[in-house]
Antibody
Framework: EVQLVESGGGLVQPGRSLRLSCTAS????????MSWVRQAPGKGLEWISF??????????EYAASVKGRFTISRDESKSIAYLQMDSLKTEDTAVYYC???????????????WGQGTLVTVSS | EIVLTQSPASLSLSPGERATLSCRAS??????LAWFQQKPGQAPRLLIY???NRATGIPARFSGSGSGTDFTLTISSLEPEDFAVYYC?????????FGQGTKLEIK
């Protein structure tokens, strides 16, 4: 069974850093693209970062709102994807979800599995 | 950036009724569009991908149609568990973008 579990959220001051983790089970992390999607309180969904599968070099994509401040990575030996968030702003306050792209059965590059989310609050 | 505009913003219907939700893209996304359902306190769930394909385990009352810039999610006969927020999302180009959502409420 595929499972994604996020951790690492919490209260952080503006300008500080935080690293989120997404522990994957039930599949080989490096074989699938992964994304982070966030949702500000009471708002809609915003995709923010993506890492390609190992077969496609593990290259990355970012939303303009986080480019240069956030970094997505993964440790295949631990089956964990990360989101390093630097220079945090109050507007980064949101629930952060990790999501896996589907990669088979006719479904490619859509978010088929999601974690339960972890809340990040940026406030002084 | 491709902007997805969903309509209506909210929809009040009764169980058993038919729901029709729309998503319009600011430029063509071909058929690279998905629909998600989100209930309060839960992560989104993939319903439809490539505009018209149901994801694994999704009931047949959910169907998607459209291509290019205009898309529709139809729920043929609403069940109590279908009242939620629905988002469309495109993967045609970076950045991946979501619509602002349609809230489906019980009348």
């Amino acid at each position: 069974e595929v499972q994604l579990v996020e951790s690492g959220g919490g209260l952080v001051q503006p300008g500080r850093s935080l690293r989120l983790s997404c522990t994957a089970s039930g599949f080989t992390l490096g074989d699938y693209p992964m994304s982070w999607v966030r949702q500000a309180p009471g708002k809609g969904l915003e995709w923010i970062s993506f890492i390609r599968s190992k077969a496609y070099g593990g290259t990355t994509e970012y939303a303009a709102s986080v480019k240069g401040r956030f970094t997505i990575s993964r440790d295949e030996s631990k089956s964990i994807a990360y989101l390093q968030m630097d220079s945090l702003k109050t507007e980064d306050t949101a629930v952060y979800y990790c999501a896996r792209d589907c990669g088979g059965g006719g479904c490619y590059y859509y978010f088929d599995y999601w974690g339960q989310g972890t809340l990040v609050t940026v406030s002084s | 950036e491709i902007v997805l505009t969903q309509s209506p913003a909210s929809l009040s219907l009764s169980p058993g009724e038919r729901a029709t939700l729309s998503c319009r893209a600011s430029q063509s996304v071909s058929s690279y569009l998905a629909w998600f359902q989100q209930k309060p306190g839960q992560a989104p769930r993939l319903l439809i991908y490539d505009a018209s394909n149901r994801a694994t385990g999704i009931p047949a009352r959910f169907s998607g149609s459209g291509s290019g810039t205009d898309f529709t999610l139809t729920i043929s006969s609403l069940e109590p568990e279908d009242f939620a927020v629905y988002y469309c999302q495109q993967r045609s180009s970076w950045p991946r973008t979501f619509g602002q959502g349609t809230k489906l409420e019980i009348k």
